[in-house]
């Protein structure tokens, strides 16, 4: 699905899909994503009888760093339904999360799919009886395997 152009896309459009197959209406309308990628740990080796006074160095682990979302405080408990799943031990609580941008025309043109995401924090607004800021809602989700297409 990737589409190559000669010139960078805006961040500013995406959709976001927890694994319910909902991309639309206030649960799913995220106003930031945090998307850190994959890093794979580096393992050094080296015997005693190598001719090079240098180390080979091979693949370890492939790591996935946690994903932030954040949105407006719409009054809805679906992020905390998720959670309490994970809490109270349902099988069924790690899901696909689907995250497209889109371009210009609103199509898509980049995915990454989180898979076995889970809720790790759910963190509720800061209030301010002063303040003018949105109330906003924080939920990091932690995953096994980053796919991108």
């Known amino acids: ?25 206030p649960e799913a309308a995220f106003c ?18 190598d001719k090079e006074n240098g ?24 992020l905390y339904k998720w959670i309490d799943d994970v809490r109270n031990g349902s ?3 790690r ?11 609103r199509t898509p043109v980049l995915t990454w799919k989180l898979l076995r995401a889970w809720p790790s924090k759910l963190a509720g607004p800061d209030l301010n009886a002063k303040g ?3 109330a906003m809602e924080e939920l990091v989700l932690s995953y096994e395997r980053l796919e991108m297409e």
């Open 91 to 93: 099988p069924n609580s």
């Open 95 to 105: 899901r696909t999360v689907t995250i497209q941008l889109l371009a210009e025309d």
């Open 32 to 49: 930031e994503v945090i998307l850190p990628g994959i890093s794979i740990d580096v393992t050094e080796y080296r015997t005693g009888g």
């Open 132 to 134: 003018t800021d949105v």
């Open 55 to 78: 180390v080979t160095k091979l693949a370890g682990l492939a790591r996935y760093p946690d994903v932030t979302l954040r949105r407006g405080v719409v009054g809805s408990l679906d």
């Open 1 to 25: 699905m990737a589409v190559l152009r000669s010139h960078p896309y805006g961040n500013q459009n995406f959709l976001v899909d927890l694994g319910t197959g909902t991309i639309s209406g």
